[in-house]
């Protein structure tokens, strides 16, 4: 199925370290997310963008939504070991369907 | 906690089986969502149901159906499985067909 172009792959950086990671697609979304997984469990939603153009925080969190609606990004500083985990970008084209593309994914490594 | 909730947490069973997953979406939540995770094809929008009607269908295969009921629950029936349908099972539901969802903890499926 249609998926989005997620990069890094995955990450290895020392605390305190901030960390940089984006989406790319060929199509238009009118809703970008940024979920975390941990292991065993289910994405939790960290960031919404509704509007191209929006820049979001969520604590050490930032995340963009780009003016094309193509791409995104998200930001997280002075990283610690519990933001371990991977990061997943998704897509909605919203209307009257809400099903979520979703990229690979970033596995982010933290060491202390 | 997402409020969403999913059983079992896991299922082991064998090649031809028929299983059933079930998820309780968050109070008020009137749309489900089921999602696929495997390693390879990463996380796949299977089905989303709304306020009890299908609402929007992505890959899922013919062998595989869902429901959502009066109370808003909702099932997943996988049939006739098959090794390649080992992967983990995530619901996710939002208040309205196309809001922001809130994933549950996930149902991992072994088959063997």
């Known amino acids: 199925g249609q998926q989005l172009n997620q990069s890094p792959q995955s990450m290895f950086i020392q605390e305190g370290e901030d960390v940089s990671m984006n989406c790319t697609s060929s199509s238009i979304f009118n809703t970008w997310l940024w979920y975390k997984q941990e292991p065993g469990e289910g994405p939790v939603l960290l960031i919404a963008l509704y509007k191209a153009g929006e820049l979001t925080s969520n604590g050490r969190l930032t995340a963009q939504f780009g003016i094309t609606r193509k791409d995104s990004f998200l930001n997280i500083s002075a990283s610690i070991p519990s933001d371990v985990g991977i990061y997943f970008c998704a897509g909605q084209d919203g209307g009257s369907q809400g099903n979520l593309i979703f990229g690979k994914g970033t596995k982010l490594s933290v060491k202390p | 906690d997402s409020g969403v909730t999913q059983t079992p947490k896991h299922l082991i069973t064998a090649t031809g089986q028929r299983v059933t997953l079930r998820c309780s979406p968050r109070s008020g939540d009137l749309s489900v969502y089921w999602y696929q995770q495997s390693l390879d094809q990463g996380l796949q929008f299977l089905i989303q149901?709304?306020?009890?009607?299908?609402?929007a269908k992505g890959n899922i295969l013919e062998r595989f159906s869902a429901q959502q009921f009066p109370d808003l629950h909702s099932e997943l029936n996988l049939s006739s499985l098959e090794l390649g349908d080992s992967a983990l099972y995530f619901c996710?539901?939002?208040?309205?067909?196309?809001?922001?969802?809130?994933f549950g903890p996930g149902t991992r499926l072994t088959v063997l």
């Open positions: 149901y709304y306020n009890g009607e299908e609402r």
């Open positions: 996710a539901s939002s208040a309205g067909a196309a809001d922001t969802q809130y």
